[in-house]
Nanobody
């Protein structure tokens, strides 16, 4: 049974930092690109960041470029999202997702292509 479990969310003041982790089990982690998505109150789910199977390629939404960093450790079956300079508009439930990819160096920002999803973790940024 495939599981993606997010951890590390919480409440932080504007300008602060948080790191989210996504622990994967039940799949060959290195065969999947990983993405982070978020859904804020009253908003549609949106793409945040993605990383390729090898970790050599990363992509970010414009709204988080320069503030967020996605990474992965295939030996630990875990992906991370380091979030710095947080803003109140970053408040959302954050989801990690895994996308089976045949090539090592591609990513995707369309949630429809992702095969597995975590349950999400709340991140709240106070002003």
């Amino acid at each position: 049974q495939v599981q993606l479990v997010e951890s590390g969310g919480g409440l932080v003041q504007a300008g602060g930092s948080l790191r989210l982790s996504c622990a994967a089990s039940g799949l060959t982690f290195s065969r999947y690109a990983v993405g982070w998505f978020r859904q804020g109150p009253g908003k549609e789910r949106e793409f945040v960041a993605a990383i390729s199977r090898s970790g050599s390629r990363t992509d970010y939404a414009e709204s988080v470029k320069g503030r967020f960093t996605i990474s992965r450790d295939n030996a630990k079956n875990t992906a991370y999202l380091q979030m710095n300079s947080l803003k109140p508009e970053d408040t959302a439930v954050y989801y990690c997702a895994a996308d089976r990819r045949w090539d090592y160096d591609s990513t995707g920002s369309d949630g429809k292509t992702y095969d597995y999803w975590g349950r999400g973790k709340q991140v709240t940024v106070s002003s």
